[in-house]
Nanobody
């Protein structure tokens, strides 16, 4: 049984940094890509950053140069370092696993999801 558990969300001021994590069980990080998504009420889940089994990252234009996805294969933990945060980064952040091909930042391409962790950026 695959389980993804996000942690590390919270409130931060504009320009601040936050690092969130996703601990996985029942799933190998060396299998396929994993990714971070975010969602605000009333909007579609948006791809933020994907990381391949080999560690190559794909970032959304809105976060390029500010967010960095990484992973620890030995510990089965996925990270998202978020820097220079903006109010528009406020959202529930989800990690996703078991990429099935196609657009790495498309939510429909992933099978497993965590419950999310809230990130709030105040101005």
């Amino acid at each position: 049984q695959v389980q993804l558990v996000e942690s590390g969300g919270g409130s931060v001021q504009t320009g601040g940094s936050l690092k969130i994590a996703c601990a996985a069980s029942g799933y190998s990080f060396t299998t396929t890509s994993m990714a971070w998504f975010r969602q605000v009420p009333g909007k579609e889940r948006e791809g933020v950053s994907a990381i391949s089994s080999g560690g190559q990252t794909t970032d959304a234009d809105s976060v390029k140069g500010r967010f960095v996805a990484s992973k620890d294969n030995a510990k089965n933990i996925l990270y998202l370092q978020m820097n220079r945060l903006k109010p528009e980064d406020t959202a529930m952040y989800y990690c996703a696993a078991h990429y099935r091909g196609g657009d790495r930042l498309r939510f429909s391409q992933y099978t497993y999801w965590g419950q999310g962790t809230q990130v709030t950026v105040s101005s």
